[in-house]
């Protein structure tokens, strides 16, 4: 089915058909080729933006687009240094003589992965106002098929809350389509869009794209006879720069791929983001990790943590010990500040008080120094909580530095603390850095529980739409970089409501733990987002509230929360036991290649099979986990495995009954029937190369 049937039919939710019929006709695109995988990356560059042609971007400026005038500007291209043999860089310079306007283009080519990435930066180099900048393309790119049909697009919803969060959607584009994709309120995966997706050719060559952007970005895919365009870049900017003033744009990532498999370059895509875009740790991946909180958060009248106090929150940590269960993190999430709470439940809650970051002394009067310790003492690490951007009026720091407090309207309470002004971003880096080392935390939550696009729309200046974004993005990442290049063992929980603020840049520095704020237990939307969420991100978590099968598999992922109440009487120390082992052993799967099992329709209801499989060509073992959720009548249903050898004899275990069988990696391909007696009911196979 094409977008407009589509959209004829609102199959597509509202906001995101709103979206597409509002969508201004397209500029032809300026730059074309044959989509192909590049014998190599950096000569891929190198021609892509050589002297004398049109680049894959575009601009307009002072009112006339860049392809008439950016061939006159000055050229100059220099390769910069890499410390791996298989990346190489490049920095691309445009320089207007008339107006002192610089264009430059920082490229990077990865040649194991035929992948290829830039990010621009404008600069006015002259005296004098620049004149207008607006309708920036970082990416601007036509692919040409040698075949006729269709192109297939893969995408994704972003985070709503929701059992679809995250849902893959896959939609052909065929010839005079448009489709437009861009997140709401500002959160670079929030509600509507997701900047991830994987473009397919009628003559199966295709380009996995990734955006990195945590603000307003959008990404534009129309047809036109054998022919897709690409356009991709900030949603709203049009402004001039001031004398000597630079700014950076969104970064655009193109992975090439062939085959017969459209996965084979999701999973390329995937063992990229691991390689190039994931916290390395002593020049290593680092696995992010197996977490606990402190058992379900307080009581009412109490909120999340507000109650929590010293002596308890060692205790638990104790406890753990005791039990045998200890996870690889502590979480103390919000509510450890001032006015949060307290015994008397005098002061308000962990949301009514954010921007009040100084710990509250009554329930820790010696910092949170002790809960690191005790963790530390049991061979666990520490990470809490923060919400910097967000201040409520009247809180310590909008009191402390009310001229670096951002308002959308007189009647909104809740403040942006800007992290646009320089002085502001330096002194929060220090601040939030400072308390992370007085009190032995070893890693960092950060949340961000609000719509931001209005904070940046009413601050902009006249003629100056966009910069209050810019520059707010470009603080957010020196801020998180200040922190990791102060503390090279420190990893960063990316939150904001959840998984709203997922895209190439956030993922570089950071991963979501706590994926999305939909429904607290409620498994059955868990399995939804592993099973949306995988296509692309090989990182990703949730929470886990049982210890039964049907439970554990549904949360499992490449990093989980433990949720046990350990001061009940519900659960079972053994079972505790089991499922940590088991994570354990199961992790490392999430690491190299997925497959879904059970197609890429509407997978949400109660009455579905879904299934997805977990492949490790390292080794050629793998897992297989399926779901029968509690409306369907079927007790069985037949999967095609991927990723196999056809000839290899692969031993197959049922982690159900123990029960082992041999076949071929040709039968597992052609039919494998999965069975599972009771719904709601689960299954988890392991196979491996059958032994001689």
Known sequence: ???????????LLPALTAVLLATPPCIQAQVKQRIAVPED????????FAKGKVPPFSFVYGGKPSAEFIRKWKHTMQKEQSDDPQVV????????????????????????????????NFTNTSSENSDTLELVRVA??????????????????????????????LTELGAGDSIRMAPENGRSSDRTAFPFFNLESPDKKGVVVGIGWTGGWYATLSRSGKAATLNSGMEKMKLYLRPGESIRTPRICMLFWQGNDPMDGNNRFRRFMLAHHTRKIDGKFAEYPLSAGFDWGDP?????????????????????????????????????????????????NWSTCVGNWIIDSTRFPRGLKPLSDAAHRVGAKFMVWFEP????????????HPEWMLSSSDKNPVQLFDLGNAEACAWLSKYIGDLLEQNGIDYYRQDFNMGISPYWEANDEPGRTGMKEIRHVEGLYKFWDYLLD?????????????????????????????RTDYRYGEVNGYQCHTYGLNFFLPLHGTGIYGTDDYNFRSSLSSTMVINWEITSIRGSIPDMQRVIAEYKELRPYFYEDYYPLTGLGDLTGDDVWLAYQLNKPSDGTGIVVAFRRKDNPQDSTVVKLRGLDPQQVYSV?????????????????????????????????????AEK
């Open 389 to 400: 951007e967000r201040a409520i009026v009247n809180s310590w720091l909008a009191k402390t």
């Open 1 to 11: 089915m094409t977008i407009s049937t589509l959209i004829r039919t609102a199959v």
């Open 41 to 48: 990356a950096g000569r891929w560059i190198t021609t892509a």
């Open 300 to 348: 009412a009248p109490c909120n999340e943590y507000g109650c929590l106090t010293e002596e308890f929150a060692v205790a638990l940590i104790n406890r753990y010990k005791q039990f045998g269960i200890v996870p690889e993190v502590f979480w103390l999430d919000a509510g450890w500040y001032e006015g949060s709470g307290g015994p008397d439940f005098s002061g308000g």
């Open 653 to 689: 275990q049922n982690g159900n009954d123990g029960k082992i069988a041999e076949k071929t990696g040709k039968e597992l391909a052609d039919g494998l029937t999965l069975e599972i007696g009771e719904a709601p009911g689960s299954l988890l196979l392991k196979y491996g190369p």
């Open 486 to 514: 102060r503390f090279p063992r420190l990893m960063i929980d990316n939150c904001a409501a959840g998984g709203r603020r997922l895209d190439l840049e956030t993922m570089s520095r950071s991963a979501p733990l706590w």
């Open 140 to 169: 601007d790119y036509t692919m040409e098929t040698a075949d006729e049909g269709d192109f297939k697009l893969l995408y994704a919803e972003g985070s709503y809350g929701s059992r679809a969060d995250f849902r893959p959607i």
């Open 89 to 120: 860089k490049y920095r691309i310079s445009y320089l207007d003589p008339a107006t002192g306007l610089r264009a430059d283009c920082h490229a990077t080519g990865f040649r194991e992965f035929n992948t290829v990435e830039w990010v621009m």
